[in-house]
Every structure is written in C-alpha cells, then in structure tokens.
C-alpha cells in the first residue's frame, strides 16, 4: 500500500497536505501486522524547498567504509558489486529467508518522496528519492506479534570498501528501529534519487531513510533486516553513546556535545550560505512526534 | 649535503618566508570563492587551514631537533614560522566564527564543546607570543624571560593535537599520527641522559620526589 504519504516539499506545494497517522491508529495497525489508512490532514505551512542537485547529493556523502572523508565515497564506492544482491530478512518474521533485490523490487511500488535530510554534523540537504514504504516490505514478509525492533545490517566487503580497512566503527555498520518507527508511512527504503537508480556513494541498491532522524540512521546498502524482541545495537552508540542514542532524532533543543543542533548548514548556498533554524523531527513534527508521547526527549536521545 | 644546504639557505632571507606565507590561505580562499571546494566550501577551508596551523606548529618545532640532530640550520626563520603558524590559526578561527557558526552561540560552543575550548586555549596561548615576536620585545623583558614564555609552544602544540584528536569522529589514524609527532618533537628536547643521572641522584637523596625535574628538564635543554 504505497502513497500513504503526500509530499509536502515540492516546489509547487501551494496547498500542503502530508498524511497523518496518530499513534493509536499506528499501534493497532503495527499489531494487525497492516497499517491503517492514513488521514491526510493539513500539516503545519512548509517551506517549499528546491532540492539539492544531483550533483551535491552524489559528492558530497559520508559512508565510511569508503573513506572518512566527504569526497571518498564518490570516488572509492564504485568498486561496490550491487549485482546480484541478496537482502537476508530473518528473526520474528513469517517468512524469513534470503531475498534478491529484483524479488523484492518486484512487489513493491516506487514513488517518489522529496524529504528533507539532515546530518548529525549540522547540514542538510533537500533530496528526492524514489523508493518503497519499509511497512510495506515488512508486511510481505509477515511480522510477529512479538517483534519490537528492526535491525539493519550493511554489506561488509573488505575487497571492495578500503574504509574497512581502519577499524573506525565496529564494522559492519548496524543501525535499529522501533517496530513502530519503521511501520511510519514516512519511512523508506531507498533505491533511486532523482529517478534514477540510487548511487553506489548512497547506498545502492537499497537503503533505508528516516527523514525526522540524523542521517546516519539512514542506514545504507542493506544486506540484512531482522525483527527483534529487544533493542537492537547501533553502530554509532557503539562508539560513542554519549554523543549518540539509539532515537537520534532531529530535535533542535537538545544538544549534541559536539554541534550545536540549533540550526544547520543548508548545502548548496555557497560560502557565505546562511544557517537556517533546525525544525522539531526535521520538520516533520505533526507526522511522527506522537510516537514518542510521554517520551522525555532529552533522556531518549 | 647538510653544509650546502646550510649555505644555500644562507642567502635565503627571512621576509622571504613572510612573502610566501599567505600564498596557501589566499590560494584556499579563492578556490572557495570561485566554486572550486565542492558544495561546502566553508567547511572545506576551515579544515585546510585547521591543518596548515597544525604544520606550521610542527615546522616551528621541528627547527631545534633539526639543528641539533641533523644539523641543518632553520633558526633564523623560526620567528617568521612561528608568526605565520599564529596567523593561520587566526583565519582558522575566524573562519569558524564567520562562516560556520556565523557568530551564534559562540561562548556556549567555546565552554561546550571540547574540542573548541581545547583549540581556542591554545589560541589564547599563542596571543602573547606573536605579540613578543620581535627584538624589541626581547629587550624588554630580557632574553631569560622572554625564553621562558615562548616555552609555551609546547603546551600550545599539545592542545593542537589534543583538538584534532578529540574532533573526529570514531577511530581515525590522522591525528593519532599527528599526536605522536608533536610528541616525539618535544620527546627530543628533553635531555634524556641528564634526566637519568639527576634523578638517580634525587632518588638517593629524595625517593619521593623522583619524578620530577621532567619540565626542568625540558626547558633546559631547549636551546634557543
Ligand atoms: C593551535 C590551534 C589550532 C590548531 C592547530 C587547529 C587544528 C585543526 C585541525 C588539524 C583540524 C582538522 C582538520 C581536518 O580534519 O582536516 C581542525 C578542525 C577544526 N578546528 Fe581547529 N585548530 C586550532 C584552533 C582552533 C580554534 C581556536 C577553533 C575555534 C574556536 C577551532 C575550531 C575548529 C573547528 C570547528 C574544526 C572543524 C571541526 C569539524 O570537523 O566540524 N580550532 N583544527
């Protein structure tokens, strides 16, 4: 069940709509194994924003199995094999199993989405990508009643990423979701930018994106889905969770002991580009702030 | 080899260092200006002169060891290294002050943020001694003195490497290397052979207090 979210983010938006799960409606949906239907109700007046080139979008990554710097995934992720790519889908699942890409691009419908995308490092990007609701893969591969979590795993291939090389993070890179986050019609997977198919630097040929998160949940070139009972490890907690949480959402009142998070560096201004104010959930705070009622934010970061 | 080095940079006049030393900044901030830094010029910059501040530091330290070990003679362009190397922490610093956080919060960022307040103390040492960079100043407060002050270079080297060590994110060899230079540089000023005999000595007279003498130690033999 695809387009349950209507883009908000297109330069011709005149009328903003986006659709609107409340938490109750997400939570019986999440526990019949189907989502409900969404609402479409009219969010909060955005911006219309253009989004980034292609250009910027495709240099300018940070995907450290291919180097540390921004520059080094464009340059080094062409050695990545994409063909053939299995995807292992296993834990509370009905049907786990090893999937080929082609499988599961077959089922799934691919939309486009236009979501704002903002880095942990203070800068964003507007990036149009065209990809699959992650509900809707989970909901073909059936999941259990009682599953909480979603971990993701990245290709480790030590041949063809020299970034693997330097034990930087705890290789592979994991990232996790709760069930309900992952089940949000805001959530996806990934496979194009710009109606083409997604390049090796970001992530190819799938990868996951949350947009009201830091970009490094977004978690790149999956080879492994597994539904879990408990929460599952993050890379980036791993190393440093002190700087990192395992929500990590956008939230411009609580600060990161190394960035402030107040505003972000909109890329594509040039050198004198101007900070613009960070938005609650990235700016998708209608949509996915009553997932985390009751939650302290500064607690859960 | 090392004597017509020597000799060759005999005729090599210190302005001509004060010439070339703002060819590097004036080079990364056109490519900046005319497009050529990819699409985030601003953070670009601020890493590049982070690193040329950070070379400066370590030629500047380099000149002592290089004499006394390899007997190649850079004194008389220490002061302009030196002068140079405060200058590019300078639009280092500026650079983060304008076009990064574009004047925001700048006091929270300074006592936050470790590996801002750690760079901007060394900064705040390097103040005095671009500012007694000269003869006259040497005259004023006596070459003792004044030794005695630019002997802060070495903490100064220490924050950079510490600030470079605590800005990156995950493992990352870079400033590891870099830490390990500026540590064997100052490694190399310390008389290890007189170290061991005084504090044996000390040790003999005094065990509690064997581990001292290591700054005194350092500061002595740093000739200047
Ligand atoms: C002796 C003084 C200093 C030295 C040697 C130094 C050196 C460096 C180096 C080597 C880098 C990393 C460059 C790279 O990754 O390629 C860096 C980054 C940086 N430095 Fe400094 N620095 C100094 C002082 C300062 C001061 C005073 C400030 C600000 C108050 C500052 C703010 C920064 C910032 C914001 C970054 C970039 C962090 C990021 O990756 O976002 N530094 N510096």
């Known amino acids: ?301 | 080899m090392v004597h017509a080095l020597n000799t060759g940079l005999r005729h090599v006049p210190a302005w001509a260092l004060y010439l070339m030393a703002p060819v590097p900044v004036v080079w990364i901030y056109y490519l900046g200006l005319t497009g050529q830094l990819g699409v985030d010029p601003a953070k670009v910059i601020e890493h590049q002169l982070g690193i040329w501040s950070l070379w400066l530091l370590i030629a500047g330290l380099a000149v002592t060891p290089l004499r006394r070990f390899a007997g190649v003679n850079l004194l008389k362009f220490r002061r302009a290294i030196g002068v140079t190397a405060f200058f590019y922490v300078l639009a280092h610093l500026l650079t983060w002050l304008v076009l990064d956080v574009q004047f925001q919060n700048v006091w929270a960022d300074i006592v936050k943020r470790w590996y801002i307040t750690v760079g901007m103390a060394a900064f705040v040492l390097m103040v005095p001694l671009a500012v007694t960079s000269n003869n006259r100043s040497i005259r004023k407060i006596g070459a003792g003195a004044w030794r005695r002050l630019h002997r802060l270079v070495y903490p100064i080297a220490l924050l950079a490497a510490l600030h470079f060590l605590l800005l990156v994110k995950g493992f990352q060899w870079e400033p590891i290397i870099y830490a390990a230079v500026i540590a064997g540089l100052l490694a190399m000023r310390v008389r290890w052979d007189a170290l061991w005999t005084r504090q044996r000595a000390s040790h003999r007279e005094n065990p509690a207090r064997s581990g001292a003498g290591l700054g005194g130690e350092l500061s002595q033999s740093s000739r200047y």
């Open chain 1, 1 to 301: 069940m695809a387009y349950r979210w209507k883009n908000t983010l297109t330069a011709d938006a005149v009328t903003p709509y986006s659709a609107f799960l409340n938490r109750r409606q997400l939570m019986a949906g999440a526990a019949a194994g189907a989502i409900a239907g969404a609402l479409p109700v009219s969010a909060r007046a955005q911006e219309a924003l253009e989004p980034n080139t292609w250009e910027e979008i495709t240099t300018y990554n940070n995907y450290y199995e291919f180097g540390t710097g921004k520059e080094d995934p464009a340059r080094n992720a062409h050695r990545l094999t994409i063909d053939p790519w299995t995807v292992r889908i296993d834990g509370l699942v009905d049907k786990p199993g090893d999937y080929s890409f082609a499988d599961i691009l077959s089922q799934m419908t691919i939309e486009e989405r236009i979501y704002r995308f903002r880095c942990v490092e203070a800068w964003s990007m507007v990036i149009p990508w065209n990809g699959f609701e992650l509900a809707d893969l989970l909901d073909w591969v059936g999941v259990q009643s009682s599953a909480k979590y979603v971990a993701f795993e990245t290709a480790l291939r030590p041949d063809e990423m020299p970034g693997v090389a330097s034990p930087v993070l705890d290789w592979p890179y994991v990232e996790g979701l709760r069930l309900d986050e992952a089940m949000h019609p805001l959530t996806m997977m990934a496979t194009g930018i710009y109606g083409r198919d997604i390049p090796k630097q970001n992530g190819a040929p799938m990868r996951l994106v949350v947009p009201w998160k830091y970009g490094f949940k977004s978690i790149k070139s999956i080879v492994r889905i597994t539904l879990t009972e408990d929460e599952p490890p993050a890379s980036w907690n791993i190393a440093n969770p002190r700087e990192y949480g395992f929500y990590s959402n956008v939230n411009p009142n609580v600060d990161h002991p190394r960035w402030s998070q107040a505003t972000e560096r909109r890329i594509g201004g040039g050198l004198f580009a101007k900070r613009h104010p960070t938005l609650m959930f990235n700016g998708y705070e209608d949509e996915v702030a009553p997932l985390y009622d009751g939650m302290d934010l500064t607690k859960f970061i």
